[in-house]
């Protein structure tokens, strides 16, 4: 086993397994300062689509006094973009994923964090340790707090499809006998075809994860991903783009298995649809959402007053039930509803947080070769 992939079992079980361990006691509500309530009253933040339901903004405005304009996005490139357009100006707060640190750096759009106000001891501490390494962009600054956790796996209709094993697998949405019933979001399905076609010998085992080293050992690696998916891409029927794509191509588009994020179709399990999701043979995908202050920011005390909020595990706890991811705030399981852990433990059942990949750090470079694969695969 070579180094790199011991580092990456080790993170596995640091990071992820780690998150989902219960914290400690209930927080204490959060403490509203005088100075941010006699501020502007209001926080611009740019977000991805369905982490922060009606619920959670009522909350936090009905207990602040802030106003809280939400900006949806559905990808990181979005996030990117909006910013580079502004100049870092218009957002108080992004989300950007923590294996993208290595594009944000050079770009300069981020302003630090004033710790001495970001109650971090509520987080998982592995988590926790992802801004002060990855997002350590100066000396002594952290750029990026932790938010909310997930996977990317196989969501399927349970009236309709049933995997061959205990476990789904990416293969699952290019087969044949699933033609013009599969879904999947382009640059992460094609990933998820590679590490299929590791197991059936149609890429060398480590492939996938070689191919973040260079633009040499990518570009094979990649031609031979991207040349198999075409042949197969009469079998795809929907491409997502955001949480709400996926929802409706379960419900309404006629999928009936697709690589998905965690979130949305256990957000349609909960409310009672026949849908499932788990974690593949392959492993599923895991990320760590976090948040970050643009370098243009003028809500200033607003922000650490929605930090409060975010690490109360009341609150984050109380918003797992809607969005349907997980949260690294320490204790917010135990405020989730009663399906929560039942839907944890059939998402990830045996040795499968063992065996979670998580996204690897990821070069411009490397976001701009898949891009041009991705734009040849979807055009095709």
């Not at 982490?51 to 809280?68: A, E, N």
């Not at 001495?116 to 707090?145: C, H, L, Q, R």
């Not at 996938?208 to 094979?220: C, G, H, L, N, R």
Request: charged share 20%.
């Amino acid at each position: 086993m070579s180094d790199r992939i011991s580092n990456r079992s080790a993170s596995r079980r640091s990071v992820l397994k780690g998150g989902v361990a219960a914290g400690a006691a209930l927080a204490m509500p959060a403490i509203i300062s005088s100075k941010a309530l006699a501020s502007s009253g209001e926080i611009n933040i740019l977000m991805w689509s369905d982490y922060l339901p009606d619920t959670f903004i009522k909350t936090f405005q009905d207990g602040t006094g802030i106003k809280l304009n939400y900006t949806g996005v559905g990808s990181n490139e979005e996030i990117i973009n909006k910013l580079k357009a502004t100049k870092g100006r218009g957002f108080d707060i992004c989300s950007p994923t923590n294996n993208r640190s290595l594009q944000w750096q050079p770009l300069e759009l981020l302003q630090p964090f004033d710790m001495s106000k970001v109650e971090i001891d509520k987080v998982n501490p592995a988590m926790a340790k992802i801004g002060s390494t990855d997002w350590a962009f100066t000396d002594g600054a952290i750029y990026w707090v932790p938010h909310i956790w997930g996977t990317e796996g196989i969501a399927w209709r349970t009236d309709k499809f049933k995997p061959a094993g205990e476990l789904p697998s990416y293969g699952d949405v290019w087969k044949d006998e699933n033609a013009g019933k599969t879904m999947g979001r382009g640059h992460s399905m094609m990933l998820g075809a590679g590490l299929y076609m590791e197991t059936i010998g149609e890429l060398e085992p480590g492939s996938v994860w070689k191919a973040y080293k260079s633009i040499e050992d990518m570009t094979p690696i990649w031609t031979k991903i991207t040349d198999w998916c075409i042949a197969r891409k009469k079998n795809i029927k929907v491409l997502w783009n955001d949480a709400d794509t996926q929802k409706n191509g379960l419900l309404n588009e006629g999928v009936i298995v697709g690589q998905t994020w965690d979130g949305p179709p256990l957000a349609l399990k909960n409310s009672g649809e026949p849908v499932m999701y788990a974690a593949p043979v392959e492993g599923a995908m895991a990320w760590v959402d976090g948040m970050a202050i643009p370098s243009g920011a003028e809500n200033i005390d607003q922000i650490y007053e929605f930090l409060k909020y975010a690490y109360n595990p009341e609150y984050a706890g109380e918003a797992i039930d809607h969005h349907g991811y997980n949260s690294p705030v320490n204790g917010a399981d135990k405020f989730a509803g009663a399906s929560y852990a039942k839907n944890f433990a059939e998402a990830y059942p045996g040795a499968a947080l063992e065996n979670l990949n998580p996204w690897p750090a990821e070069p411009q470079w490397y976001a701009d070769a898949r891009t041009e694969f991705v734009n040849k695969f979807t055009s095709a």
